[in-house]
């Protein structure tokens, strides 16, 4: 049990992009203390041996032999952990830098939900073959959407280039075809962020089961019960509107349900402390402030997705935006929070991402604030720390930029 899992995590972290060959020396982790994501407590002095980029050996260092042509990391003062997995990332919006950030951020594989699929295909390729380094890639391709929004998305103008990105489906003769080119195309899932109508909604997922594919959609598409119906099998963001109006007795019935069909939250946290709650004017000093010296993890960032982010920021200084802001989502986060605490003590798969491409989320790096924040939030009476959201985060892992 412990091993292969161990094996994946490190393999990702040693091999990904270098593409293991036969000729490939050994390598050595040696007196590091290893903790192997199974819940057992840290082990200290151990030695990790990988041989062709699989684990051979993981023991007590003062009883493991290196062989002496293995390239030796000395891990003395150091934690071993397995590779992280981001869990919603929108790679094509990152851009290609954004990848050496993951890795740099111990996130060996990502989740991508949505975006231009030629592109992030031609980087998973790339990875695979040992041309470019990144993390491993599971992607939805284009993302699902009510026709209607993406007229208006058009409409409005935006960096994005709409129709790589998105795909209107109208109906169930819509969702049949869409789902069945994705499918040959070789996406992972299917991702679906708005539906025209509850029988578009029903139409992609049942597609999506036919394609044998998993299918994941935003928490505010469809109710709770609908997505139950639907065997929808992850809710991105929190659930929409929180589940705050139903009774106590509802609410328990309701994630048992989640529960017991397996269904996974990624809640997204880290949006609400690190973009949502944070003031615009904050926000815009950060995109601008090219040296980095508010934040130092800008300086890696790809131009386009600060495009993408000054656009978002430009949206957020308008007036309704900023009323909206005020009025309304210190109510909605405090709701979101709760659900999460109910569904964390319930058992419901909650699961750490990003969402990166949202303003002020950085490739690799937020991950970790994802983390502790679920950490946190699992706290009893935990609340929003307000010091959080102005903090400016320090750069623990050196980040190598990528290809
Ligand atoms: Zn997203």
Known sequence: MFLPRLALAIASALVVGSAASAQEPARAITNVTLIDGTGAPARERMTVLVVEGTIAVVAPAAQTSVPPAAHVVEGTGKFLIPGLWDMHVHLAKAGASSLGLFLANGVTSVRDLGGDFALVQQWRSEIAAGQRLGPRIRTAGPILEDPARVRRLKARGTVEPVDRFRVPVTDSA?????????????????????????????AIAAAARRAGLAFAAHGDIVPPEEMLRARQGSIE?????????????????????????????????????????????????????????????????????????????????????????????PRAYRGVLRDLQEMQRAGIRILPGTDVAVALMYPGFSLRDELAVLLEASAAGFQLPAARCQRTPGVAVPPTPGP
């Open 174 to 202: 819509d969702a049949d075809r869409v789902v069945d080119s994705l499918a040959r195309l070789g996406v992972d899932f299917i991702k679906a962020r708005t539906a025209a109508s509850p029988e578009s909604y029903r």
């Open 237 to 329: 963001h929190a659930l929409y509107p929180p589940l705050a109006r139903r009774d106590a007795r509802a609410r328990a019935q309701l994630i048992r349900h989640l529960v017991e069909a397996r269904v996974a939250v990624v809640p997204t946290m880290v949006n609400y402390y690190e973009w949502l709650l944070v003031s615009p004017a904050r926000a815009r000093r950060i995109v601008e402030d090219s040296a980095g010296h508010l934040d130092p993890r800008r300086r890696y960032l790809s131009g386009y997705l600060l495009d993408d982010w000054r656009e978002q920021v430009e949206e957020r200084g308008r007036v309704k935006d900023a009323l909206i802001r005020r009025l309304y989502l």
